[in-house]
């Protein structure tokens, strides 16, 4: 089974600007399905020491996290909210949701388990009230994100504000995620987000 934090940990350290090569060589692969219990111990003390090291996580209202993160090259702070998929209602190669502070405003990303060959998957996002958006997302951060179009945030300022939950569907060349995510709580979350940004 998934384990929440493991999760949760895992989403940060792709928000950090340079923990994203250095997760290659990191204990957190063990955090996908079929490991035991030991070595999933293992990954959330190893994650934990990562997230812990240079992050600020804030708990905010319905389930989101704001995590700031110090860049180690003395850049900006890597910034964004995030919230973890519904474990009950999802494939375990969903991880969660991340909406971060990017050089040309708020970047949508899905988080995955499950490392996605290159390519562009389909992503159909559902919201509560019925509304439906497809995108063509892009696969980054060594497959374990998806990246969704710039347009993809105008969604989190309209339709997904008022909605309490978002139906993820992906569909790649050999994988296939469904999930669901709460995003109750989303108006808060993201306008602490957006005063948050750094300047660029």
Not at 52 to 76: A, H
Not at 183 to 189: H, R, W
């Amino acid at each position: 089974m998934k384990s929440l934090y493991c999760a949760l940990a895992i989403i940060a350290l792709l928000s950090i600007p340079n923990a994203r090569s250095e997760q290659t060589n990191s204990g957190t692969r063990g955090c996908v399905t079929g490991v035991g219990v030991d070595r999933q111990r293992e990954c959330d003390s190893e994650v934990s020491k990562q997230v812990g090291n240079g992050s600020n996580i804030s708990l905010l209202g319905g389930g989101w996290q704001l995590v700031r993160t110090s860049n180690p090259s003395g850049g900006p702070d890597a910034v964004s909210i995030m919230h973890v998929a519904d474990v009950k209602r999802s494939d375990i190669g969903l991880a969660g949701l991340s909406l971060q502070c990017g050089r040309q405003g708020i970047e949508v990303l899905l988080i995955i388990l499950e490392r996605m060959p290159r390519g562009e998957p389909k992503v159909t996002l559902t919201s509560g009230n019925g509304r439906i958006a497809v995108f063509n997302a892009s696969v980054v951060q060594a497959g374990q994100a998806l990246l969704l179009p710039r347009n993809a945030a105008e969604f989190a300022t309209r339709d997904w504000q008022q909605a309490n939950e978002l139906s993820i569907e992906i569909e790649g060349k050999s994988t296939s995620i469904r999930g669901t995510v709460p995003i109750g709580g989303l108006t808060v979350a993201y306008q602490l987000l957006t005063e948050s940004c750094p300047a660029r």
